[in-house]
């Protein structure tokens, strides 16, 4: 049981950076993006191949993540300049994607496990920590660079693309380079964290993808009912802490005895149903007990006066 | 300063619908002038904001800022010489985002954005300066989310950040429209104030006759497109509601007609 958690947790951290791309896209710029599931698949095929093919795993992380800023680049080009609906551009780019992810991988799957990868090489290490406290400090690296980047002039007006197009425009900011550039930058880091994935797990394979932008949005919103979003500091924080629980929830779901591997989407996505509602029915809970007490508070008034 | 040359341009051409928003529309105002703009509705008064802001490009026709061509610019780039205050106190303002970097996205308007803090110290005490002279305490609340103020202190901070950077050229598209008279007074106030204290080239667009003899030095009345009236300083302190709706039955053939004009 500890060992599996501690498993979640470590891979909690990678989904994390996937995670902290989809907020990028779905909350700062409003645009819900199923390139996600595409990306991440190539992240993970380049960082394998490359690997393969000798190249040392930090490079092949780091062309991993090019590759997906490339790919969210062009999700962002179909949007704003063939003007095409956001959720069909994304799916364009994903299914386009499926087919370039088989070529780069040449075959469905494609294994390293005779290779050489960034955690054989973090294991090699005296500590079962290792891994843990080494992703700890990418994942914090991440999360500074991304709030500080969107307290910069340039991230204010990023923000504000997804907040208000028309004022952001009227202030002199080109929303469409900021759109493409924001989707490279998101698809960027879930194609980073496809390729940690792949060499975490010693394998990537074409159908790795599938319902990652469910588990990116359920990271999201799990994280955000459960630590709030007040600030971009706090929210870059809860989309990271959504994420763990994320993993964490679904490898104790998968101890019960009646469920198995193939129920983990329906799993999510009941996840991501009680991470929506529940808040709101908890606020219309407390929002009425007010009420109720409001009124006898008037009624023992009227009470005393009479 | 600003100067439009033969603008033309016409909505849906050749079906049932076709619309000529603007016809051929010449002028040139100098450097602080201010000009109200009223008109009946669809008389392109909008039209002629958005084709000088760049969200519309003319069929025909020329707009010079400051001697430089802009009208194949896109509103991006041309926002860097334009402040602009739209009708819905919604429109000008980001309202996830707190009052200081709402003002900190205006105070870039007319430089290149770069990746370095967007809110500094240094920048929160010229952004109090400013938020002071509108005296809705809204110095107080920097960190504040703007979706929390009211319409009147959203427009108000629209109408700062549209102006403390001291535009070439100052839009006001029926910036009060939306507003209670008393904060539609406020706004025009703080619009009186901004205009002359940055001496800015100011075309406002009301439905308020009155708001449109009292403000400014020059008035234009348009109908189908055109500009029938082009009234300058002293002409204009002479005039009455009454001449300018007199002048536009005489030049329009018809009633002044506008659902929301407001006459008093």
Same mark, same amino acid.
């Given at each position: 049981?500890?060992?599996?958690?501690?498993?979640?947790?470590?891979?909690?951290?990678?989904?994390?950076?996937?995670?902290?791309?989809?907020?990028?896209?779905?909350?700062?710029?409003?645009?819900?993006?199923?390139?996600?599931?595409?990306?991440?698949?190539?992240?993970?095929?380049?960082?394998?191949?490359?690997?393969?093919?000798?190249?040392?795993?930090?490079? $092949?992380?780091?062309?991993?993540?090019?590759?997906?800023?490339?790919?969210?680049?062009?999700?962002?080009?179909?949007?704003?300049?063939?003007?095409?609906?956001? &959720?069909?551009?994304?799916?364009?780019?994903?299914?386009?994607?499926?087919?370039?992810?088989?070529?780069?991988?040449?075959?469905?799957?494609?294994?390293?496990?005779?290779?050489?990868?960034?955690?054989?090489?973090?294991?090699?290490?005296?500590?079962?920590?290792?891994?843990?406290?080494?992703?700890?400090?990418?994942?914090?690296?991440?999360?500074?660079?991304?709030?500080?980047?969107?307290?910069?002039?340039?991230?204010?007006?990023?923000?504000?693309?997804?907040?208000?197009?028309?004022?952001?425009?009227?202030?002199?900011?080109?929303?469409?380079?900021?759109?493409?550039?924001?989707?490279?930058?998101?698809?960027?880091?879930?194609?980073?964290?496809?390729?940690?994935?792949?060499?975490?797990?010693?394998?990537?394979?074409?159908?790795?993808?599938?319902?990652?932008?469910?588990?990116?949005?359920?990271?999201?919103?799990?994280?955000?009912?459960?630590?709030?979003?007040?600030?971009?500091?706090?929210?870059?924080?809860?989309?990271?802490?959504?994420?763990?629980?994320?993993?964490?929830?679904?490898?104790?779901? &998968?101890?019960?005895?009646?469920?198995?591997?193939?129920?983990?989407?329906?799993?999510?996505?009941?996840?991501?149903?009680?991470?929506?509602?529940?808040?709101?029915?908890?606020? $219309?809970?407390?929002?009425?007990?007010?009420?109720?007490?409001?009124?006898?508070?008037?009624?023992?008034?009227?009470?005393?006066? $009479? | 300063?600003?100067?439009?040359?033969?603008?033309?341009?016409?909505?849906?051409?050749?079906?049932?619908?076709?619309?000529?928003?603007?016809?051929?529309?010449?002028?040139?105002?100098?450097?602080?002038?201010?000009?109200?703009?009223?008109?009946?509705?669809?008389?392109?008064?909008?039209?002629?904001?958005?084709?000088?802001?760049?969200?519309?490009?003319?069929?025909?026709?020329?707009?010079?800022?400051?001697?430089?061509?802009?009208?194949?610019?896109?509103?991006?780039?041309?926002?860097?010489?334009?402040?602009?205050?739209?009708?819905?106190?919604?429109?000008?303002?980001?309202?996830?985002?707190?009052?200081?970097?709402?003002?900190?996205?205006?105070?870039?308007?007319?430089?290149?954005?770069?990746?370095?803090?967007?809110?500094?110290?240094?920048?929160?005490?010229?952004?109090?300066?400013?938020?002071?002279?509108?005296?809705?305490?809204?110095?107080?609340?920097?960190?504040?989310?703007?979706?929390?103020?009211?319409?009147?202190?959203?427009?108000?901070?629209?109408?700062?950040?549209?102006?403390?950077?001291?535009?070439?050229?100052?839009?006001?598209?029926?910036?009060?429209?939306?507003?209670?008279?008393?904060?539609?007074?406020?706004?025009?106030?703080?619009?009186?104030?901004?205009?002359?204290?940055?001496?800015?080239?100011?075309?406002?667009?009301?439905?308020?006759?009155?708001?449109?003899?009292?403000?400014?030095?020059?008035?234009?009345?348009?109908?189908?497109?055109?500009?029938?009236?082009?009234?300058?300083?002293?002409?204009?302190?002479?005039?009455?509601?009454?001449?300018?709706?007199?002048?536009?039955?005489?030049?329009?053939?018809?009633?002044?007609?506008?659902?929301?004009?407001?006459?008093?």
């Amino acid at each position: 049981m500890l060992i599996s958690l501690f498993g979640a947790f470590e891979s909690g951290i990678i989904y994390a950076i996937m995670a902290l791309g989809v907020y990028l896209s779905f909350r700062i710029l409003d645009f819900p993006d199923l390139t996600v599931d595409g990306s991440f698949v190539t992240g993970a095929a380049v960082g394998a191949i490359a690997i393969i093919n000798g190249v040392p795993p930090i490079i $092949a992380s780091i062309m991993a993540g090019a590759a997906g800023f490339i790919a969210g680049c062009l999700t962002g080009f179909l949007h704003t300049k063939g003007k095409i609906n956001a &959720l069909l551009a994304g799916i364009i780019m994903m299914t386009a994607l499926y087919s370039i992810n088989l070529r780069i991988l040449g075959q469905p799957t494609a294994s390293m496990l005779n290779e050489s990868t960034l955690f054989t090489q973090l294991k090699s290490l005296p500590s079962t920590w290792a891994i843990v406290l080494v992703m700890i400090l990418v994942i914090l690296f991440i999360k500074f660079l991304i709030d500080y980047y969107l307290k910069t002039e340039v991230g204010l007006a990023l923000r504000a693309t997804g907040n208000n197009k028309i004022m952001i425009r009227s202030l002199s900011a080109n929303t469409d380079f900021l759109i493409i550039t924001g989707m490279g930058v998101s698809n960027a880091l879930v194609a980073f964290s496809g390729g940690l994935i792949a060499q975490y797990g010693g394998f990537a394979d074409v159908n790795m993808g599938i319902g990652m932008i469910i588990i990116g949005l359920a990271s999201v919103i799990i994280g955000e009912s459960l630590f709030g979003t007040k600030t971009i500091v706090r929210a870059t924080f809860a989309v990271i802490g959504g994420a763990i629980i994320y993993r964490i929830f679904v490898t104790m779901a &998968l101890r019960v005895d009646f469920l198995d591997t193939g129920d983990m989407k329906l799993i999510t996505a009941i996840l991501v149903i009680t991470a929506l509602v529940a808040p709101r029915m908890i606020n $219309a809970r407390k929002e009425k007990k007010r009420k109720i007490r409001k009124r006898s508070e008037l009624m023992q008034r009227k009470a005393g006066e $009479a | 300063m600003l100067q439009l040359q033969d603008i033309s341009i016409t909505f849906n051409e050749n079906t049932p619908d076709e619309k000529k928003a603007l016809q051929s529309i010449n002028f040139e105002l100098q450097k602080g002038e201010f000009v109200t703009v009223i008109g009946s509705n669809g008389a392109g008064k909008s039209t002629l904001m958005n084709i000088i802001s760049g969200n519309l490009i003319p069929d025909v026709g020329n707009v010079i800022i400051n001697d430089k061509e802009v009208v194949d610019l896109p509103e991006y780039n041309r926002s860097k010489f334009i402040g602009r205050v739209f009708q819905d106190p919604m429109a000008g303002t980001a309202p996830s985002m707190t009052i200081e970097e709402n003002l900190a996205m205006a105070y870039a308007r007319n430089k290149k954005r770069k990746l370095k803090p967007g809110v500094t110290k240094k920048r929160r005490i010229i952004f109090k300066e400013y938020l002071e002279t509108l005296n809705l305490g809204l110095e107080n609340r920097l960190s504040a989310k703007v979706g929390l103020l009211s319409g009147g202190e959203r427009q108000a901070l629209s109408l700062l950040m549209a102006t403390f950077t001291e535009p070439d050229i100052l839009l006001l598209d029926e910036h009060t429209a939306a507003l209670d008279p008393s904060r539609a007074e406020l706004i025009i106030d703080i619009t009186r104030d901004v205009v002359n204290k940055y001496n800015l080239t100011t075309l406002m667009v009301t439905h308020n006759m009155q708001q449109a003899l009292d403000l400014g030095d020059r008035l234009f009345m348009m109908d189908k497109g055109e500009i029938i009236l082009n009234v300058f300083q002293e002409e204009k302190d002479n005039l009455t509601i009454k001449d300018l709706m007199n002048e536009f039955q005489k030049k329009s053939g018809s009633q002044f007609e506008s659902d929301r004009a407001v006459l008093v």
